[in-house]
């Protein structure tokens, strides 16, 4: 099956530094999405982005599927934007199930 | 607006013990619905979806089984619980015809089983 893998696996930065996280994924998907897992364990969606490029306020997304990665930019990071971010995938036939990557852990420091 | 609701928040019990966890949807019909359960606080692993009522399908083979009594209402359950079946467990709805895309995620029930 599919293989996804993020990178870096634990990120700390101060408040107010800029990150990129990575989404490798090992076959062409037809659903790309990215979450953010807060500190209590809520999952929130940031992204469905299987192709292209999206923004939404200090976070935007990059697709390119012909390359099969995906990247995440976090800009001026702020202390809630810690917890950890999910890259999940779909190419199956029935187009149902999400395959997660291990996520990236991010710290923000104030 | 669509709310996800899932319980207990937390709950501990002693291996052998049954297991009854609900999760339900309100603001939306005919949902896809997902059991996922995480380890260790890292990765998602999917244990059941369903696309309809009493229409399951399990991802895993395992010591739980998954219920859809009424459209907007999921049940993840086990006769025996294991030490293996700790973690957190998270329910997801998405609209039907979506596919796997733009999944909506409940507040979560963290499991401890001793």
């Known amino acids: 099956g599919i293989q996804v893998e993020q990178s870096p696996p634990d990120l700390i930065l101060q408040e107010g530094a800029n990150s990129t996280l990575r989404c490798n994924f090992s076959?062409?998907?037809?659903?790309l999405q990215w979450f953010h897992q807060n500190p209590w364990g809520q999952l929130i969606n940031l992204f469905y982005?299987?192709?292209?490029?999206k923004q939404n306020g200090r976070l935007s997304a990059t697709t390119v599927a012909t390359e099969r990665y995906s990247l995440l930019y976090i800009s001026s990071s702020q202390t809630t934007d810690s917890g950890v971010y999910f890259c999940?995938?779909?190419?199956?036939?029935?187009?149902?199930?999400?395959?997660w990557g291990l996520g990236t852990s991010l710290a923000v420091n104030p | 607006s669509q709310t996800i609701h899932q319980w207990p928040a937390t709950l501990v019990q002693p291996v052998g013990s049954p297991l009854s966890l609900e999760c339900t949807v309100e603001?939306?019909?005919?949902?896809?619905l997902y059991w996922y359960r995480q380890a260790a606080g890292r990765g998602l692993q999917l244990l059941f979806y369903?696309?309809?009522?009493?229409?399951i399908s399990s991802e895993v083979p395992q010591n739980l089984s998954a219920s859809r009594p009424q459209d907007r209402q999921f049940i993840l359950s086990s006769k025996k619980l294991l030490l293996s079946d700790s973690g957190f467990y998270l329910c997801?709805?998405?609209?039907?015809?979506?596919?796997?895309?733009?999944?909506?995620f409940g507040p979560g029930t963290r499991l401890l089983v001793l």
């Open positions: 997801a709805w998405n609209i039907r015809g979506g596919g796997s895309r733009n999944q909506y």
């Open positions: 603001g939306t019909s005919n949902p896809n």
């Open positions: 369903s696309i309809g009522i009493d229409q």
């Open positions: 076959d062409s998907v037809n659903n």
């Open positions: 982005i299987p192709s292209g490029t």
């Open positions: 999940a995938v779909d190419n199956a036939g029935n187009n149902r199930k999400l395959i």
